[in-house]
């Protein structure tokens, strides 16, 4: 027999909150049970959109924790305020699920690892970018050895900025000041584009490549006058089969869910035997193949539940005991954070970093 699976939802900072509750309302197997932030004004669109009672919406998390004792907590605080508030939920006992980025650094990472482990309850990470059909289409084709041995992974990503936009992608119009008060621009709560959107590719791309770790990494980023983060990085990872580049970017010309910019966003894989080319939100992917070098454009796959979003996803592998994997396991996801702390050191050291063995 299923059950029902009490969610709650704690510290908004992120937008994706309001878009893991929607996943998490609409699934016939799960409740909403509480919803908590300090800044009551940020749970009221997430309020009218699922109906929620009084009694369900807190602004002090050991309130909502002791009254509603979900089964999962989904969190979404800034970046470098990860690890702390994953170390405040886990001793009430529920499972964890994490928008991305996993951590500010591997320490905090490992933190969050270390604070689950003691409940023996799952952390799960978000990417959000895991549940795109074509990148999905793109590992299977991967996976069934089609382009061969994969050798390179090209990425760009970002939008036009966090700012302009909000739950739903409902799209906002920021004015020039709202960046300085906002935490996606300030350092010590993780802001930048790198954060935010590194973690994206080379967390994806360690998939793609089944586990495989870059030898070294060398990342520049921009240096905007008045702006203490970044808001375009390139990364170079050298691996033992050849280089793999990613690059981020708040400020593309348009954003990818509307109108694809230039270049385009998403991913190209090169293999021994071919490419893939797989873009955000695209209902294509281009193959490359010997035997047809001019390409043909794939169909992706249909995505079917539990496996169309993360909230589906957690809760399928919670009935069934299984851990999370790919990108959403903390396995995958510590060695993707391993490389963005080594992008961080790069990018203000401006120099190459090895990464240890």
């Not at 969190?75 to 996993?102: D, I, M, N, Q, S």
């Not at 790198?194 to 990342?219: A, K, M, Q, S």
């Not at 797989?278 to 043909?296: H, K, L, M, W």
Request: include cysteine.
């Amino acid at each position: 027999m299923s059950r029902l699976w009490k969610i709650a939802g704690i510290n908004f900072d992120h937008m994706h909150m309001g878009d893991l509750l929607r996943m998490a309302h609409e699934h016939p197997e799960a409740e909403i049970v509480g919803i908590c932030d300090a800044q009551p004004a940020r749970m009221q669109w997430s309020i009218e959109q699922f109906g929620l009672m009084p009694d369900r919406v807190f602004t002090d998390p050991r309130a909502c924790l002791e009254q509603t004792r979900p089964d999962l907590v989904i969190l979404c605080p800034a970046t470098a305020h990860h690890a702390e508030w994953t170390e405040r939920v886990a001793p009430f006992g529920a499972h964890v699920l994490v928008e991305k980025p996993f951590a500010a650094s591997v320490a905090e990472a490992d933190r969050m690892i270390a604070a689950l482990a003691a409940t023996g309850r799952q952390l799960v990470i978000n990417w959000p970018l895991r549940w795109v059909a074509s990148h999905v289409t793109a590992k299977r084709l991967l996976d069934e050895g089609l382009i061969g041995a994969l050798t390179e992974v090209h990425y760009y990503d970002g939008n036009r900025g966090p700012l302009y936009h909000t739950a739903d992608k409902i799209e906002l119009e920021p004015a020039a000041a709202d960046k300085a008060a906002s935490w996606w621009y300030q350092r010590e709560h993780g802001g930048g584009s790198l954060l935010d959107y590194l973690g994206y590719g080379v967390t994806l791309g360690t998939w793609f490549h089944n586990g495989r770790r870059p030898v070294e990494i060398t990342t520049v980023v921009d240096q905007t006058p008045g702006l203490e983060v970044d808001e375009h990085s390139i990364t170079v990872a050298r691996y033992d089969c050849g280089l793999s580049k990613f690059e981020t970017r708040w400020g593309t010309f348009t954003d990818p869910w509307t109108h694809q910019p230039q270049p385009k966003c998403g991913f190209v894989l090169k293999g021994t035997d071919g490419t893939i080319s797989s873009y955000d939100y695209e209902a294509t992917v281009r193959v490359q193949t010997r035997r047809n070098p001019a390409g043909e454009d794939l169909p992706v796959d249909e995505l079917r539940p539990p496996f169309q979003n993360p909230i589906q996803y957690t809760l399928h592998c919670l009935a069934e005991g299984l851990p999370a994997d790919g990108p959403l396991s903390p396995a995958t996801s510590r060695i993707g954070q391993e490389i963005v702390d080594a992008a961080v050191r790069s990018a203000a050291e401006k120099r190459t970093v090895s990464l240890k063995p």
